[in-house]
């Protein structure tokens, strides 16, 4: 249990030092990965940024996730769930393109623009407060891969082990302090799990 993210990023912090890893940025996921990615750039000595991505939601009933999407447009498709739901290609592609669009919306709200912050050849740390569907974390993933970085960390406080399993083949390690059996959402495991501001979370890059 986290008393609340800036102690879960304290505790990640201490966990990829421990494992030695190294970072020449930390992406953390907007709005409440910046509390945890902080502590984790400042211990590796690397520089801090985000990475954004938003959802997909399902035909009547947008919390579903029938996937994610980048800023920069890279799309993971939960193609199971696609096919489950009957959902037709018309509709995927229009979400995808309604989300990209939020996206960059999202990433200009932090940097003052919509170019994704440059990873080529670096070592890079994805830093998100929990993981429990995987879904933007994989989308994050996949744009940090397609922008050539050297090596790729997934960082996370708590998530659920059959995801972090499935995310392994989005990046070269993934590390979590912690993978309970019981999963069942990132805010059971935080004493305040209470929402960010975009305000608050930009607090944490300018420092």
Not at 12 to 38: H, K, N, Q, S, Y
Not at 74 to 100: F, K, P, Y
Not at 170 to 179: K, L, P, T
Request: contains cysteine.
């Amino acid at each position: 249990m986290f008393e609340n993210r800036e102690d879960a990023g304290e505790r990640l912090a201490e966990l990829l030092a421990d494992r030695g890893v190294e970072a020449d940025v930390v992406l953390g996921i907007p709005r409440g990965a910046l509390p945890v990615a902080r502590p984790v750039a400042d211990r590796l000595d690397a520089d801090l940024d985000v990475i954004v991505a938003r959802k997909m939601g399902a035909p009547h009933n947008e919390e579903l996730a029938i996937g994610a999407v980048a800023s920069d447009g890279s799309v993971w498709r939960n193609d199971d769930l696609i096919e489950r739901l009957g959902v037709d290609d018309a509709h995927v592609e229009r979400e995808a393109e309604r989300t990209a669009e939020s996206a960059r919306e999202k990433l200009e709200t932090y940097r003052g623009t919509t170019d994704p912050p440059g990873v080529r050849g670096r070592k890079v740390v994805v830093v998100d407060d929990g993981v429990a569907t995987g879904a933007t974390a994989r989308a994050c993933l996949r744009q940090v891969r397609d922008g050539g970085a050297e090596r790729i960390v997934l960082a996370v406080p708590v998530g659920s082990p059959d995801s972090l399993a499935a995310l392994e083949s989005f990046a070269d390690d993934v590390y979590a302090v912690e993978e309970p059996a019981g999963f069942r959402a990132v805010g059971q495991y935080y004493h305040d799990f209470g929402q960010v501001s975009d305000a608050e979370a930009r607090r944490y890059l300018d420092r």
